[in-house]
């Protein structure tokens, strides 16, 4: 069981900016995301785009900043639990709360600061008749062991970076890779689609365009796809099927958590972003109250506010003092030590 | 500056007549969500970025509307329930051409 001071949920420029926030007051955090990198949307969606409203940056990359946050946290060791969504939440008799994943990784917290943003990416799955039924039976919407291609026919289906990648990759693993996508046009940055063309013309890679898969075969598992293609349907043998259409958020178990919920996202009480149960913040954009702005300067305020809540409510007895970097400087978890330098006080003779 | 009137079906096939500021900067999809015609979460989910689908409409009315850029067109290759008339909302600029202009939600996905 993963202990820690404050579980933050969601890895993104709020629940980042946390760990900070938190170290400065001695609270140790753990971040759960469903993605496998920390970022948030940042990181997965734009990490390339500049943004121009972060206090102090005229202008940063999305992924800069990321990485930034991340470098900023570091002195305060956060832990990660990535590539796992938090599925559910238990109270316990003392107050504290017990947070087990998808793949059952268990947190154990006095404290949750829900930081989900528009929630957890789930892949966009293609509208076929009983594509549920093959999943983990030939179908596969990430690839995480590409070794269980090896010798395999397998259809890919999309347009992007991820789907090429996959089929040059597997061009090497797999049997037979077949890559489908609805137009002629691929979307991937340009040595990608330059590597793709070559291993179509050696015939390591089928590429059907302008086509779609547009039904699924086979009895306990996949066994072959159709592929419709100017009007004109064909069935082809597949020992898997990995549609990659990209990553939709989606508010997920958190919605069942008991947490009052207002137009997909959760209420809270902007005195320190406390959620319907007290111990449980939600910050960032997964909150609502009213005058909310979806930006990320107010996650950024709304972390702060929270960690200092948070500290109230584990240390109810303690004064508290809010200190300034500039004068108290930072002491890392890991031991290290930041402050200013101290002025030279010298006569000059 | 004149406001504009946009017929909106949401995707629950009601439609809504709606006026638009041409002095705002703002484009297709985020009127849609200030009049709240779709569940927040459920659509601009990218932040207008041509980067998610999620504000897909349908263009029914003869407007002459800006042409497509390469990204918004990626995306559309990529999108589920994409039809000819297909547009990314967020990538239409609201402007005085597109007084009485009609569109549907594509549904949610």
């Given at each position: 069981m993963i202990k820690t001071d404050i579980l933050i949920i969601g890895a993104g420029p709020t629940g980042l900016f946390t760990v900070f926030e938190a170290g400065l007051l001695k609270l140790k955090c753990h971040l759960i995301d469903a993605l496998p990198q920390p970022g948030g949307q940042c990181s997965e969606l734009y990490p390339k785009k500049p943004i121009y409203?972060?206090?102090?940056?005229p202008e940063i990359l999305a992924g800069d900043l990321t990485s930034n946050l991340l470098q900023q946290g570091k002195q305060f060791q956060p832990g990660f639990t990535l590539g796992e969504r938090a599925e559910t939440i238990e109270k316990q008799e003392d107050g504290s709360f017990i947070v087990t994943t998808n793949k059952g990784t268990q947190h154990h917290a006095p404290i949750v600061a829900i930081a989900g943003g528009l929630g957890s990416f789930e892949p966009r799955k293609p509208k076929l008749d009983n594509i549920e039924k093959y999943e983990d039976k030939g179908v596969a919407y990430f690839i995480k062991d590409p070794e269980v291609y090896r010798d395999k026919k397998v259809v890919i289906a999309g347009g992007g970076d991820s789907a090429l990648d996959w089929s040059i990759f597997l061009a090497d693993v797999a049997e037979e890779v077949t890559l489908v996508h609805r137009r002629n046009e691929f979307r991937g940055a340009l040595d990608s689609v330059e590597r793709a063309q070559e291993l179509k013309l050696i015939n390591k890679i089928n590429i059907i365009t302008?086509?779609?898969?547009t039904a699924l075969h086979g009895d306990e598992k996949i066994e072959g796809v159709s592929i419709t293609k100017d009007g004109q349907t064909e069935r082809i043998d597949a020992d898997a099927f990995i549609p990659l259409f990209g990553l939709s958020p989606k508010l997920g178990p958190i919605g069942d958590w008991g947490l009052e919920i207002e137009k997909n996202a959760i209420k809270v009480d902007t005195l320190d972003y406390q959620t319907n149960i007290p111990g449980i913040y939600a910050i960032g954009d997964v909150n609502t109250y009213e005058g909310k702005l979806k930006l990320i300067l107010c996650g950024f305020h709304e972390a702060t506010l929270m960690c200092q809540s948070a500290y109230k409510r584990l240390n109810p007895g303690k004064k508290f003092v809010l200190k300034y970097t500039t004068v108290s400087g930072i002491d890392g978890f890991d031991g290290t030590r930041k402050e200013s330098p101290k002025a030279v006080v010298k006569a000059i003779v | 500056m004149q406001d504009v009137t946009i017929y909106i079906t949401d995707r629950e096939g009601e439609k809504h007549t709606v006026l638009a500021p041409t002095d705002m900067a703002m484009n297709l999809m985020e009127v849609v969500r200030t009049y709240e015609l779709a569940p927040e979460g459920t659509i601009g989910v990218c932040g207008g970025m041509a980067m998610c689908a999620s504000c897909q409409c349908y263009v029914t009315s003869d407007h002459k509307i800006n042409a497509m850029e390469d990204e918004e067109d990626a995306m559309l290759s990529e999108a589920?329930?994409?039809?000819?008339?297909?547009?990314?909302?967020?990538q239409i600029p609201i402007t005085e051409?597109?007084?009485e202009l009609e569109i549907e939600l594509a549904p949610d996905v």
């Open positions: 409203d972060i206090p102090g940056f302008p086509a779609e898969i | 589920f329930n994409v039809k000819e008339n297909s547009r990314l909302s967020c051409a597109l007084n």
